[in-house]
């Protein structure tokens, strides 16, 4: 029996195919149609009623097989979406009334079917039809694949797919099948929603910068900085939208273990970028510390305490006992509890005391610590700051105090604190806690376990004043016995401070003796020296001054006589080096080294010869030269030496033994040096002496 060709279909098939036609062939952008050699296919319409053809009379299509494979279409640039591609096996009905299919005696037809494909997915639905020809087509055989592109959906949905022919058996295939998410290679590198910028952090040293890579250069992308918190959320943060790559700075004080970081393109389901830098930053944790706060409430008979901080804490509040504030803090066992939240925390069944503390710690160290007696406002609390903290185990074991980390029995508590003989305070302390003196500041809810008490310690703490007075009349006798022994020093003292050192008398008490050269430039400065010097309350002896007593005694016997009265009294001796008495010291500096030649040439020793006993009567200088020099080598009495600038440039050998000032420049030194220890403040006097030597000089 001859199969109708397809001018013999039913007139309904052909006028869904001329319908379908007359459509114009409409598909989708990017929709297409792939059919293996041997068969043609066309696209006829991307958007129709599936359901709706008719069947064909005689041999039609079948379907062998229905497979989806997930692919990207991309319509241009920067334009590519996720579908999945269905590829259909095609075979030829066989001849109705039997016969053998296939065979060499069945007839070869040519053959145009019409094949319609659905997408259903929950974010769209539509159907194509697509039509097929076979030429030369054996029934029974398969013919070939035909190849649609393609059902779009989006990342990580479900499609579902039926395939179904208008041939007589109207067989239909379905399949369902998810699309991959972004971590497909291919839509990572072609879909914008998966391609995620990448963020890059940079610590400086007041900020840290946050750096936007991105991928796609004409996107809009949100930068949102937040705190994460595990309890709640850590609210909508900050959010800075930039077009491109984008450069942020955080300052350093915001830098927080909790602060994260998230950034996506402003496009329809983007993926976001998180990233949270900062929780193992050592710097940033110590910054968070910085920044919390406990606080300690105390409302009622219930003692509760709250955490205030921008991020998580991974710590535990620990009750603890100190005595003072200084007293390290005693933890109180089986109290301690983790830290939850920003909200206030109960320390159920802990009556509040003034030596109550929190502490937090984290990772074994104390973080903060909070007491009761730090307040602000500290309300009345029952229990004074001496009270002793006594432990009750659970069982039949005795009381115990808690200090120094440890359980003191009272037995051996009373042998430290020294307070009566052993055993008595621990009775005492047994007696307060039956007879209720003492406040119970814990116990635990099921009756069993340990018990805190508080114990009032003041009725027990004797004050040895005793002792202290003993102590204060030992050191006052040991005073008055030094004053005593040291009776001479102590008038001295007296009479030092009496003389003071006031800013118009500085050397008041002070005596001096001024040697001087008989020529014009050393007695203008003796005279200048000596009228500035006694305002400052030295007495100044210039000599050669004249008088009496060279005329009646000669120059050498009258010095002799001020110079020993110099040195008994203590005086200060000025040697004035001008030209002239310069040129006296180094003819005592020649002679005295001649005489020593002669005395090495001689066999023997030969007597101390002294030149200035060779000095004319009225050679003043050169006498005071043969007083002051063997005293000086000798290394006594108290000489000073005031070289006049310009006219000496320095000090002879002989006269180097003593501290050597230039005048006028090195006036300070020089009044220092008359003063002696004294610190009084000379610079002003020091600057009128220089002045008035420098117009005495300049004559």
Request: contains cysteine.
């Amino acid at each position: 029996m001859r199969c109708p060709g397809p001018t013999g279909r039913a007139p309904g098939l052909l006028l869904l195919l001329l319908l379908l036609l007359a459509a114009g062939g409409r598909g989708a952008p990017g929709d297409a149609v792939i059919c293996s050699q041997g068969l043609a296919c066309r696209l006829l319409d991307s958007d129709v009623l599936c359901g709706t053809e008719p069947a064909a009379p005689g041999p039609g299509l079948t379907l062998l097989g229905l497979r989806l494979e997930p692919e990207v279409r991309c319509v241009g640039p920067d334009r590519c979406s996720p579908c999945l591609q269905a590829r259909l096996r095609l075979g030829l009905e066989p001849e109705e009334g039997g016969g053998d299919a296939g065979t060499a005696a069945s007839p070869r037809r040519d053959v145009t079917a019409l094949l319609l494909l659905s997408g259903h997915g929950y974010a769209s639905s539509r159907c194509v039809a697509v039509e097929v020809r076979a030429s030369s087509a054996m029934p029974g055989r398969r013919l070939g694949s035909v190849r649609f592109c393609c059902f779009e959906a989006p990342l990580g949905s479900e499609l579902h797919v039926t395939a179904y022919s208008g041939a007589r058996g109207r067989r239909r295939l379905s399949q369902t099948q998810r699309l991959p998410d972004c971590s497909w290679p291919a839509a990572r590198a072609a879909i914008p929603q998966c391609q995620v910028p990448r963020l890059q952090v940079s610590p400086g040293l007041t900020a840290v910068l946050v750096e936007v890579r991105v991928a796609t250069v004409e996107l809009n992308y949100t930068l949102r900085l937040y705190h994460n918190h595990s309890h709640g959320t850590g609210g909508s943060g900050r959010a800075v939208t930039a077009s491109g790559p984008m450069n942020y700075s955080v300052p350093l004080e915001e830098v927080l273990p909790c602060l994260c970081l998230q950034v996506w393109p402003e496009i329809q389901d983007p993926l976001r970028a998180t990233l949270c830098p900062f929780s193992h930053d050592v710097a940033a944790w110590e910054r968070l510390w910085l920044q919390t706060q406990l606080v300690l409430h105390d409302v009622g008979q219930t003692f509760t305490c709250s955490i205030s901080a921008p991020c998580d804490l991974p710590a535990e509040l620990v009750p603890c006992w100190s005595p003072a504030p200084t007293a390290p803090c005693q933890a109180l066992p089986s109290l301690r509890q983790p830290v939850t939240g920003q909200g206030p925390q109960e320390f159920q069944a802990l009556q509040p005391h003034p030596n109550l503390c929190v502490q937090v710690r984290s990772s074994g160290r104390v973080r903060l610590t909070q007491c009761l007696r730090d307040r602000e406002h500290p309300a009345v609390l029952p229990g004074r700051a001496d009270d002793v903290l006594l432990m009750e185990p659970g069982g039949n074991a005795s009381l115990c105090a808690l200090q120094r980390g440890s359980c003191t029995p009272l037995s051996s508590f009373t042998a430290v604190q020294g307070a009566g003989r052993p055993g008595l305070l621990e009775q005492q302390l047994q007696e307060d806690v039956a007879s209720g003196q003492c406040m119970q500041l814990w116990r635990p809810e099921n009756g069993s376990g340990v018990t805190l008490w508080a114990c009032p310690m003041h009725k027990y703490i004797r004050a040895r004043w005793a002792l202290a007075w003993l102590g204060a009349l030992v050191c006052a006798a040991c005073i008055l016995l030094l004053l005593l022994l040291k009776k001479e020093d102590v008038k001295g003292w007296l009479k030092s401070l009496r003389a003071g050192c006031g800013s118009k008398a500085p050397l008041r008490g002070r005596r001096a003796l001024l040697l001087h050269a008989a020529e014009p430039v050393a007695e203008r400065a003796a005279c200048v020296l000596a009228a500035a010097l006694r305002p400052m309350g030295m007495a100044v002896v210039a000599a050669p001054g004249g008088g009496s007593g060279v005329a009646a005694w000669g120059p050498l016997p009258w010095l002799h006589a001020l110079h020993r009265r110099a040195l008994r009294d203590g005086d200060t001796i000025v040697l004035l080096l001008s030209p002239a008495a310069e040129a006296a010291a180094r003819r005592w500096e020649d002679a005295a080294g001649d005489v020593s030649r002669a005395g090495d040439a001689s066999s023997g020793p030969s007597p101390l010869h002294d030149p200035g006993s060779e000095v004319e009567p009225c050679e003043a200088f050169a006498a005071a030269l043969s007083c002051a020099i063997p005293v000086l080598s000798a290394g006594a009495g108290r000489y000073v030496v005031a070289r006049l600038e310009p006219t000496v440039t320095s000090v002879p050998q002989v006269l180097r033994a003593a501290p050597a000032f230039v005048l006028p420049s090195e006036a300070v030194g020089f009044l220092q040096a008359l003063a002696g220890r004294r610190g009084c403040r000379l610079e002003p006097h020091a600057a009128a002496v220089a002045e008035r030597l420098r117009r005495a000089l300049g004559e």
